[in-house]
């Protein structure tokens, strides 16, 4: 079982950065691919960023692309969210999981999932 803790959430004006952490405890989190998703007010969740289990690929939503990086240490047990150039439009409950497949953007895909951090960017 591994579970998902994030955090760094906060209040940022637009423009801003932020970075988020996700620290896992139990399974070791190289045995995974983390990615992260949001979901805004209203909003169905949806797929902002995946890396792979050694942190040599990393895939991003169109939105986001240029602004935000995913990254791990895996001898911390930590993924990483570093979003820059923030918009109110990124403003959401960001979520990290963990998932035996590279790349999904599907939420079915990953088995393990943290409660979330809020982010929210102020024009």
């Known amino acids: 079982q591994v579970q998902l803790v994030e955090s760094g959430g906060g209040l940022v004006q637009a423009g801003g950065s932020l970075r988020l952490s996700c620290a896992t405890s139990g399974r070791t989190i190289s045995m995974y691919a983390v990615g992260w998703f949001r979901q805004a007010p209203g909003k169905e969740r949806e797929f902002v960023a995946v890396?792979?289990?050694?942190?040599?690929?990393?895939y991003y939503a169109d939105s986001v692309k240029g602004r935000f990086t995913i990254s791990r240490d895996n001898a911390k047990n930590t993924a990483y969210l570093q979003m820059n150039s923030l918009k109110p439009e990124d403003t959401a409950v960001y979520y990290c999981a963990a998932g035996k497949k590279y790349g999904s953007k599907w939420e079915r895909d990953y088995d393990h999932w943290g409660q979330g951090t809020q982010v929210t960017v102020s024009s």
């Open positions: 890396i792979n289990w050694t942190g040599s690929n990393t």
